[in-house]
């Protein structure tokens, strides 16, 4: 390992002996292995060895240079980390293997320019500066949520859901998570490089999560729990939303649901009705009746369409939604965070001038995203927040909705990535949501992973995937707010800069490039 890292740490006289290929090809290699750090293998210490890699070969290198290794780096990580969309694109997209592998290739050439950025902003405006690449890093991270829609996937921080760094996460979230593996990382490299101060701030980053991990910001309501059934109804995506196939879909659900009358709360899973609301009024009020007479709450995805606002703005506004009904059960939460191109047409506004038709075709212009300001369900005088599938990837939105709450409910259908990491991966951002905000989290799927998840992100219940299931358990309500839920990510993004304008202010003025002299 020194070894290895000693050619890494090379003087720049040295580097220049040295072609771009070898750093190039160590940063394409620490971007691929990043994402098995993360679930479905775990291998946690890859999210430190992986980042410790890439800034390592960015040490005396031009900025244009980092821009390449950085762009290396992030094209690994999103090539081998998101993969998984190989299988909705090649097997339920109709398309040929090599087109879908070219998809996903460009796809992470997009992506990997936050890295890029990343590392060109290093080399050029920090060199030498140590504690500027974990608050870059952070930033990166955090325009993920925004840049593009966003595409809030693949964090450092979640690599130690359930290990001991997230203690972190009730204070700053996953971006302070984030901020301590990839200091962590860059002190790996400096103490390798004989810097052995660097010893002192990983002491106190481990000895601050030891700490945080004593701190109680939660803590479980008197009332008693809920008993609550979440229904997986294990429905191939290539049957689901055929017309021939919806009664088959419904019985399925109401099957599965037959022996849970009678528990305060039975959920089915995103759209797990395939049908709009208004093409089956006779089965929901059907389906409240039964709830009402057993003293149940049930809570379903389901595609909303709102014909109020469709009269009001002239054009369909359908909805990815969430409906509650039956006994002390009401609400409907509309899906605010869309797919682009799988659940709604960027632009589609413009694209109407030359697609007449587009906005009044669900299959051209997808869903509506809905407000910002909704009311969380209300489930036996409890108030429950919701987030539907991809919502679940953007911190802030899930701190929000679970501010005014007292347990949350995410649904999904993750059948399009069935047999990859995509579903594991989905599942370690609901347990890292759970941590954040202290509260308990349900999780109702069509095929996986349906599972309880406490205010730890411990997964207390985890039903088998791929299989329709029936998975029991009690749900607390929670009282209390979290650090995070009340500050949101501003501690640490001000935290981050306040680093970044310090390293700039104290930035080398000429750096030093002989390696003998930092011995």
Known sequence: MRAYFDKLLSTSEQKKQLPLIFPLLISLFAGAIFSFALAPYYWWWLAILSPALLYASLRHRSAKQAFVLGWAYGFGLWFVGAFWLFTSIHTYGDTNAILSVLMIAIMALVMGLFSALQAWAYRRFFPETPLTFAPLWVFSEWAKTWVFTGFPWLFAGYAFTERFLDSYAPLFGVFGVSF?????????????????????PSAVLLLGAWGAAQLHFVEQKATKPLSVSLIQGNIPQDLKWLTEYQAKTLMIYVNLSRTEWGRDLIVWPESSIPMFQSDIEPFLKAMQAQAEKTDTAWVTGIPYWDLKESKQTGYPMYYNSIMASGSEAEGLYKKQRLVPFGEYIPLSGLLSWVLPGVQNDVMLSGFSRGSSEQKPLMIKNHPLASAICYEIAYPNLT???????????????????????????????????????????????????????????????????????????????????????????????????FLLVLGWIYRPRKVDVSFKSRR
């Open 399 to 497: 701190r929000r909705n679970a501010s005014t709450s007292d347990f949350l409910v995410t649904v999904s259908n993750d059948a399009w990535f069935t047999g990859t990491a995509g579903p594991w991966q989905h599942l370690q951002m609901v347990q890292m949501r759970a941590k954040e905000n202290g509260r308990w989290f349900i999780r109702a799927t069509n095929t996986g992973v349906t599972a309880f998840i406490d205010h730890t992100g411990h997964i207390v219940k985890q039903a088998p995937t791929d299989q329709e299931f029936v998975l029991r358990g009690e749900l607390p309500a929670m009282q209390g707010q979290t650090w995070y839920n009340r500050f949101s990510d501003w501690p640490i993004l001000g935290f981050s800069l």
């Open 180 to 200: 301590v593996v990839i200091t962590l990382a860059c002190a790996l490299v400096e103490v390798l490089n004989r810097r052995v101060f660097w010893v002192v």
